[in-house]
Nanobody, 117 residues
Framework: QVQLVEFGGGSVQAGGSLRLSCAASGSITSPKVMGWDRQAPGKHSELGSL???????DYAESVKGRFTVSKDNAKNTVYLQMNSLQPEDRAVYYC???????????WGQGTQVNVSS
């Protein structure tokens, strides 16, 4: 079992920045992929940002150039630096870890990000 705890949500004005962090604990095996999904009110969940064990990253088109995902392997922590936030970025952000060999996915409890215009 894996537990994920997110930190760093909050409220900002458009153009502002926030940094989210997510600490993973439990039976974490490699290889793995960590990242962030988000779900806006009334919309389906959107895959936002991923980072693989080798550091390779991938982003949804909607956040490319504004969001940066990074990780600290020693701490089993993944971060999401969000810059130039816009009202459409308002959502609950969920940390996710995918354990490749075990074919298992885990999600955190979510953290709310609000962006006012």
């Amino acid at each position: 079992q894996v537990q994920l705890v997110e930190f760093g949500g909050g409220s900002v004005q458009a153009g502002g920045s926030l940094r989210l962090s997510c600490a993973a604990s439990g039976s974490i095996t490699s290889p793995k992929v960590m990242g962030w999904d988000r779900q806006a009110p009334g919309k389906h969940s959107e895959l936002g940002s991923l980072i693989a064990g080798d550091g390779a990253t991938d982003y949804a088109e909607s956040v490319k150039g504004r969001f940066t995902v990074s990780k600290d392997n020693a701490k089993n922590t993944v971060y999401l630096q969000m810059n130039s936030l816009q009202p459409e970025d308002r959502a609950v952000y969920y940390c996710n870890i995918k354990l490749i060999l075990e074919l298992r996915n885990y999600w955190g409890q979510g953290t709310q990000v609000n962006v006012s215009s």
